[in-house]
């Protein structure tokens, strides 16, 4: 029995070093990713990840078109192609009447457009699905130590701004009265955003990158009332959803990104259910309620 | 309510600033300079050719109908918006400045509890990084005490009702021990208890020496507590005295100056030659 149970959700990641590091790289993206999409979703720009996800594509393709499938090349140029399209969006809202978030939603498009145009000049059908939707076979060490760092630096940085990036975050005129500037608050934590789904696109890909910082951290919000319990709630949920997704796509033979998303998603849908803030006990309580 | 205010204040040690601003009174010093201050939106002005000042120690109501610039008058004081002509100045620092924006401004779902958001008060002191004494903690909780919300501390705020809410953030304001206090319509869709309740500590505030300036819709709230009135009509309509200000005259003359709103209206010569 426990041998059986050993070779079904533990063999695999001894067999094979690529699992053990993807799986590595997967559980330090959840410490980082899925607290900034708490903190997306309380600054009601839960679209913004998604947006910057394919804001990353041009960044990716020129880095592909110049050196191939090169990791470090793509990855550098998913990052600037993400800080360039953050900062353009950040100067619109300032100088013109748009605000940020029309402002993004034009410059993405335009950034995902560019990107397509460019991978369809060159390279075949297979690299851009390996581009969007990930690979861990190509977890190497470099990758490897590439998500650490970043995981790390996220959370250094979250730490450092934590109180101001809350504090603008449920009251922006207060900070702003204060004579304190919020727009470089919102820019360095869009720039977090962008080194987190810039260092899931090798496990998860560019796009399904998303689904790890959001999913988990939609589904934390459903179970927890207080923000240290949810930054904590949404990593647990992402790292669950990391060993089971890996842990399936190996023994099913599925691509990884998808299924780890998937493995999220099931996760929502239970939250959806059975969470405190959920269906079910919403329907249970609607029987009884206190005399005050 | 004015002696628990003091007492707040003197837990932390601040009788000092309180004898300060006691001597302003005495030399009437002028806290905000309006020269001559234009602010448009859209190039429409909200603001037009405003000049006066608010004095130290000074209970002002500002007063006048939707889009009379009320708002836009603090949002500028605070150098938030930028101005077309003319300036502003305030003799006030800016970490002792308390600002209530309007509550539709504020994320109300946002899971944070009751302490920490008042504790926020203290950020002009502790900034992102401060740490907050047991002293300074202590305090918050008597100012909790002082706005009757006694065990709400570990209550999140998505809980409180709207005048709960209004109270948690006089809490704040009790806290940030300013010299000056920018209250936009701080009584908004809030009961009367509750509006009596913090109309006493606003008066409490005036008592202890620090310039308050509210923005108000209720004109037999202005008439009875406050001595000073800033009737605004995107111009001034009148200021000053509450009685000399707030007569029918001057009323209807600011309801006549909001209803003409002229989209094709001619350039102000004024503006030109002072830009």
């Known amino acids: ?292 | 309510m004015a002696s628990l205010a003091a007492r707040i204040d003197n837990i932390a040690g601040y009788s000092c600033a309180v004898v300060e601003r006691a001597m302003g009174i005495g030399r009437r010093v002028t806290v905000v300079r309006l020269d001559d201050l234009t602010v448009a939106f859209r190039r429409h002005p909200a603001l037009h050719h405003i000049s006066g000042q608010f004095r130290q120690g000074s209970l002002t109501a500002v007063t006048g109908p939707n889009g009379a610039g009320k708002s836009t008058l603090f949002k500028t004081i605070l150098s938030l918006l930028p101005r077309n002509s003319g300036s502003v100045s305030v003799a006030a620092d800016r970490k002792r400045i308390a600002y209530l924006p309007q509550q539709s401004e504020i994320e109300r779902s946002f899971p944070i509890l009751v302490r920490d958001c008042i504790l926020l008060g203290y950020w002009q002191q502790t900034g992102p990084f401060g740490t907050i004494s047991s002293a300074l903690i202590k305090r918050a909780e008597s100012a909790l005490n002082a706005v009757g919300l006694q065990g709400f501390s570990r209550r999140l705020i998505g809980s409180l009702s709207a005048g709960q809410f209004q109270r948690v953030l006089f809490a704040r304001i009790l806290l940030q021990d300013a010299d000056l206090i920018l209250l936009d319509e701080p009584f908004n869709a809030i009961d009367s208890k509750t509006t009596i309740e913090l109309l006493r500590i606003v008066i409490a505030l005036h008592q202890e020496g620090r310039t308050v300036i509210a923005v108000l819709h209720d004109h037999a709230q202005v008439r009875s507590h406050f001595p000073q009135t800033l009737l605004l009509a995107r111009n001034v309509i009148a200021w000053g005295e509450t009685a000399m200000v707030m007569t029918d005259d001057h009323l209807r003359q600011a309801k006549a100056m909001a209803e003409a709103w002229d989209e094709n209206a001619p350039l102000c010569e004024t503006m030109i030659t002072t830009a």
Request: charged content about 10%; glycine content about 10%.
């Open chain 1, 1 to 292: 029995m426990i041998g059986d149970i050993y070779q079904f959700a533990l063999a695999p990641f001894h067999e094979f070093a690529f699992l053990r590091r993807a799986l590595v790289a997967t559980i330090a993206l959840a410490t980082s990713a899925a607290p900034l999409g708490v903190l997306l979703t309380l600054r009601r720009m839960s679209l913004f990840g998604d947006a910057l996800s394919h804001a990353v594509l041009p960044g990716v393709a020129v880095g592909f078109l110049l050196f191939g499938l090169s990791l470090t090349a793509m990855t550098i140029g998913g990052f600037l192609a993400g800080i360039v399209v953050v900062m353009i969006a950040g100067l619109i809202s300032r100088y013109t009447e748009l605000k940020e978030d029309a402002s993004l939603a034009a410059i993405y498009l335009l950034a995902l457009a560019l990107g397509v145009i460019l991978i369809s000049r060159r390279g075949t059908q297979l690299d851009l699905l390996h581009i969007l939707f990930g690979s861990v076979l190509g977890v190497d060490i470099g990758g490897l130590l590439l998500v650490a760092g970043v995981a790390t630096f996220s959370m250094l940085v979250l730490a450092a701004m934590y109180r101001s990036l809350l504090l603008e975050s449920f009251d922006p005129s207060y900070l702003a009265a204060s004579g304190s500037r919020g727009l470089l608050l919102q820019q360095t934590f869009l720039m977090l955003v962008v080194l987190n789904l810039v260092a899931g696109f090798q496990t998860l890909g560019t796009l399904m990158a998303v689904g790890l910082m959001m999913l988990p951290a939609v589904s934390a919000r459903l179970w927890h009332d207080t923000l240290p319990a949810q930054l904590l709630g949404s990593t647990l949920q992402a790292a669950c959803a990391g060993y089971v997704g890996l842990l399936l796509s190996y023994h099913i033979d599925t691509p990884s990104g998808p299924t780890i998303i998937v493995c999220a998603g099931v996760l929502y849908l239970g939250s959806l259910l059975f969470a405190p803030r959920g269906w079910l006990p919403r329907l249970l309580q609607r029987q009884s309620h206190l005399q005050g």
